[in-house]
């Protein structure tokens, strides 16, 4: 027999109920936390021991992996960027890759993090049992209505396995509860406005911290019914927030075990046959950040006995939470990582393995185009980390294996730099156009190969299969693009080259290339024309000027301002940006060329408020005409495969504006603000983390700048020295009306 003492409201009190099917012990006893509990540990210590698994998810373990460690890397509390990314790699040397154990390692390396065996147990349809004036009520799916009559509530949330449906359970038993909506306890989170670039502190993106408030739990019933809620040694995350929302808010006592915030803060992510907790949130109202502990109000005890279960009706409001209870673990803060070590050189199957689930989680969350070009990165990730066991791993590797991940999301703004590694021997100093598929140089500082020249082999393999090969290991929105990475990777020489080529008048020879210095390139120059600003009256057009916006040509806006000043009598104007401009704001070019008001293209960044709110920050600005020096008469902007990101968002406001005649070929179709990542073995993957759309809200990527006048050079005319899209220029200008 329980022995009963008297009850007295928020002291030692003891009351027994019948016997039920949910609570599984002999009797409850309620007692007063002060009297009865002992001191409760801080965090994290034991954390794991709190959490009760949920069930095991469908998803891939590398896969489920990597969104563990994306959803840890950027919006967990505690660990930096880099130890993260280390425990990753630890976790993943070793072959074949069991990703629970992996999950496991990389568990074992971090705190507080924990590797939990999965719950074979589902979370049950919810069940409700009759207590005299009480209902006992066991959280579940499905529909949950009360008894009539019922005159308080008793939720047993000990066992609930952590499952995607329980937040929605226990909704539905508050609402049936209450007539008067709960307030839940704010969150305070990692907020990302796009991914912060690692590279340089100097970027658009950021993240902070921010808190959130959390709508309320609504009310459905016909009045607020008392509650109890039994907790346990072990709870689902999702029950522990349920607890402390109730709690917190005053509306119900909690019976049993404390409650530990750090559960309640946690997510859990199933890896294979474990399951990945950890925080990704701190809790906190208008008084500050919870404490580490709730304590429970109630203890249960031993054994049952009928009668006065309705004495559980009279409890009455709980008293408020103490705040001077410990706050020990650790606060959320915002990423910072500049201030992070760089990750030191290094190539191993963990490095390369690693860093494929880095950038494929970043990718997912962050790249802002997959509604565009398609989300095949899930299955790219999975036949890459197949292919690392086919071939010793150096950083060659890695990075050959990084590049073809990054050919999935179809993006121009996508390199792979190796860090830390020695220069190549030299440079292949030329320009090329890419003419009826083949390479052909327009210009050359290479003795022996001369503009007009098409490469037709290249160390005996065709020059055309060669350039496929190398083509397909790069990232482009746009099949032009794609063949000037190519020609980059021609024109960075690993050694001597044995060049076949034929010249413009048939003929054919073989010349052997030697790398030469990097100064050469500068010499050179790598845009299509390295022409100055001027009249053209060399090309039969006095009348008309040309602006060579390229950065190495034009580097600075008081240089266009004086070319302008200059161009303000001609009758038609060329802007060459087949090149990419200089470190300046375009905008102004814009405000002198556009008589009219101009709409900028309209910039897109996501906004994730943790790991669920996701948003959209949009921006379009409005640039007034500028005069002295302007420009308003007749324009050809011409523009070509090499016209990338700035030289794009430039052409973008006029061709917006409807300002220009586009001549030339398709640009690289790629704009917007970068942001790169920094990986183990010290490599960095940079890619485009920003939606850019014309004014008109059309699409961008993968489009570009489409020309009204189509030209494509001939060998002929690239060997007789001309430029064929400045004098076709030329031609529209003196022809237009």
Known sequence: ?????????????????????????????????????????????????????????????ALALSSAHA???????????????????????????????AATKYAE???????????????LPARVERLGPLALIRPGTGALHLPPGVRGVLVDLRGLPEDPALAQGLEKVIAVSSATPVPRVSRRVRTHKGMVDEYTPYNYFENRTEQLSVPSYPAEGPRDLPMLLLTGPRMAPTAARFALDLRMARRAWLVGEAVHVSVAESRWMPVGTRGLVFRTEQ????????????????????????????????????????????????????????????????????????NLLIVHGALKRFFPYLHIVGDVLDERLLALLAAVDEAPVDRARVGLLLRYLGVAIQDGHVRVSILGGTAGPGVFPVVIAEVAGEPVVRRSLTPGVEPGDTLVSIDGRPATEWMAEEMAQFSAATPGYRFIRGVE?????????????????????????????????????????????????????????????????????????SALTEAEEASGLVLDMRGYPGNFDATEIIQRLNPATTWSPI????????????????????????SAPSFHGPIVLLVGPA????????????????RVTVLGRQSAGTNGNITRLYLPGYFLFSFTGMEVLYPDRSAFHGVGIVPDIEVIPTAAELAAGKDPELLRAIQHLLLSP
Not at 82 to 101: H, M, T
């Open 603 to 626: 910039f897109r960044t996501s906004v994730s408020r943790g790991l669920e709110a996701r948003d959209v920050d949009e921006l379009q600005f409005v640039s007034p005409p500028l």
């Open 109 to 123: 390396a971090l705190v507080p993090v924990c590797a939990l065996e999965v719950s074979s147990r589902p979370l």
């Open 1 to 61: 027999m329980c022995s009963r003492p008297p009850i007295v409201f928020l002291r030692p009190l003891a009351l027994a109920l019948q016997r039920s099917f949910f609570l599984g012990v002999a009797c409850l006893t309620l007692v007063g936390a002060t009297a009865a509990r002992g001191a409760v540990s801080s965090e994290p210590d034991g954390f794991c021991d709190r959490v009760a698994p949920g069930g095991a998810g469908a998803t891939p373990g």
């Open 643 to 658: 016209t990338l990101s700035s030289a794009e968002n430039l052409s973008m406001y006029l061709v917006g504006a409807d």
């Open 489 to 561: 990777r021609l024109r960075a020489m690993r050694g001597p080259m044995s060049l076949g080529l034929r010249a413009a008048d048939g003929t054919t020879r073989t010349v052997q290339v030697l790398p030469q210095p990097p100064q050469r390139m500068d010499e050179l120059g790598t845009p299509p024309s390295m022409r100055r600003a001027g009249w053209l009256a060399d090309l039969g057009a006095p009348a008309l000027y040309y602006i060579n916006l390229t950065y190495q040509v034009l580097p600075t806006l008081e240089d266009f301002r």
């Open 71 to 101: 959803s840890m890397r950027f919006f967990g509390v505690g660990s930096g960027y880099r130890e993260l990314d280390q425990a990753l790699v630890d976790a993943l040397e070793g072959d074949p890759v069991d990703w629970a154990g």
């Open 283 to 354: 809790l906190e109202d208008s008084e500050g950040v919870l404490p580490d502990v709730i304590p429970a109000d109630l203890e249960l005890g031993l054994s049952l006995r009928p009668a006065e279960s309705q004495r559980l009706t009279q409890l009455g409001v709980p008293p408020p939470v103490a705040r001077t209870l410990a706050v020990t673990r650790p606060a959320m803060l915002p990423r910072t990582p500049h201030s992070e070590p760089l990750p030191p050189v290094g190539a191993s199957p963990g490095i390369a393995r690693a």
